[in-house]
């Protein structure tokens, strides 16, 4: 898909304002109504579960090597890489919130929450709600054998990422940024086992399996 190029997904990211607008005005109803459909708390230390698939290797390469905590211990809870994940009842992460710093009252939480098809980056700040504020907002759907997700971060960045699924599993990720030259084509390599072994852009290995 040329994304540059695609009328469809210019409208889509126009239409995204008036959303941006709703859900900043909306917010904090926005965030307790997600709370509401957390089925199970994990936590961990460091990114260990993702909204988006992949979305920490591509299109950065960050490494994603974080644990799930069976215990949380006091020193776990005041690490700054301390994340708490919240899933509904179909074991997807719809509530992801980091800290911006450990003083968490004075510089508040990066918190991303999941509200139907859209997902929303905020950042909260539980003892002042009056400080609240939504950074970006994404438009996560599915348009036949594609998954598409168009993000507006205003007044002036947009990213586009569109995944090619084939049986359950993306085989191509196509993205497109506001300060891109051109579009980048991420190919998912799989194994034999089904299991990603490398994503490649051409003939350059992007990430691989150690």
Sequence with gaps: MNIIDDESLKKERDELYNKFVFYSNNLLSAYEACKSKICLWEYSLGIAKEIIPYEGIIPTNMKNNGRILKKITKSNFESKNFIVYGLDNNGKVIFFQRRADKDIEKYGENIRIVDDEYILSTHIYSS???????????????????ICYISIAP????????DKVIND?????????????????????????GELSKIVIGDFIHWQRN
């Design 169 to 193: 599993k993306i085989v191509k990720s196509s993205m497109f940024a506001t300060s891109w030259f051109k579009q980048i084509d991420y190919d998912f390599i799989y194994d034999g086992t």
């Design 155 to 162: 007044p002036y960045n947009w990213f586009v990422r569109i």
């Design 128 to 146: 002042n709600p009056e400080k609240n504020r939504l950074s970006s907002i994404c438009h996560s759907y599915k348009k036949g054998d594609v």
